[in-house]
């Protein structure tokens, strides 16, 4: 199922999730990793830090794996819903906001 997801992100964490995103760690993550990664890639940010993104889950409790083994560790409040298909949502690209260079 597709779900669509906001949520605050710990921007103190961003050199540590930026890394684990873009280095492999995330993305040899089995059986999530790669589309944790294409979400994030995804994933915008708006004027209020608000982190929104869509991603594809089996879980039988939406983004659990992901969100034990990452997600909890750098984001906060987070809303999940389902939807029908990924989507484009507007705002700035989350991983450039974060990224160190």
């Known amino acids: 199922m597709i779900y ?27 059986p999530d990793g790669q589309e944790i990664v294409n979400s994030m890639n995804r994933a ?7 982190v929104s993104w869509t991603e594809l889950c089996f879980c039988p409790t939406p983004l659990q794996h992901e969100r034990t083994t990452l997600y909890d560790n750098y984001f906060t409040d987070m809303k ?6 990924h989507r484009t949502i ?3 690209s989350f991983m450039a906001s974060i990224s160190p260079l």
């Open 90 to 92: 507007g705002g700035r």
């Open 80 to 85: 999940i819903e389902p939807v029908s298909n």
């Open 4 to 30: 669509q997801v906001k949520a605050k992100f710990n921007y103190d964490k961003a050199r540590e999730f930026y890394r684990k995103i873009t280095d492999g760690t995330v993305a040899d993550q089995e």
């Open 44 to 50: 915008t940010t708006d004027d209020s830090g608000e």
